[in-house]
């Protein structure tokens, strides 16, 4: 069952939340899947967030009136939530997306979470340095517990 923000997920009022980051890569949908699982297990509430922000413009401003971020952005999470788990999930998930950088949406959700789960995508140290890493500012600065899931692959040893 998906349930849409703003609405309340019947037997919720003390049960422990697991906020779920979700960008629509391999490692997120890996997450999403294990923070669901984790949920049925514990009979957690899930809730799935989607940062999203207006492109950077390049010198020049783009016409932005006929687009919605937001709606796109609502629209990939309910797809990644389907592929990830099906049209009719084991566990109600409640899914919002947020205009903002996503460290720091994340961030912000993880004060109200009694866990956090997000994928990495594994870049390694440089990469991350160069490009900043969503879960490790997320493991450094989350208020509750954070989960980083790393998506594997067929060739992965472990």
Known sequence: ????????????DCAP???????GSESS???LRWAA????RTDARLQAIS???YPGGYGWVPDFSELDFE?????????TVARALG???DVPVTTRVIEGNAAIVLIDASQGADLLV????????????????VSQHCAQNASCPVLIVRHRTGNDPH
């Open 1 to 12: 069952m998906k349930i849409d923000e703003g609405d309340e997920m019947p037997g919720t």
């Open 37 to 40: 699982l984790q949920a049925k």
């Open 17 to 23: 939340l697991i906020v779920v980051g979700v960008d």
């Open 51 to 53: 940062a999203w922000q």
């Open 71 to 79: 709606a796109e952005a609502q629209k990939g999470l309910d797809d």
């Open 29 to 31: 949908i890996d997450a």
């Open 118 to 133: 997000v994928g990495s995508r594994g870049h390694g140290a440089f990469a991350g340095m160069l490009l900043g890493s």
């Open 87 to 89: 049209a009719e999930p």
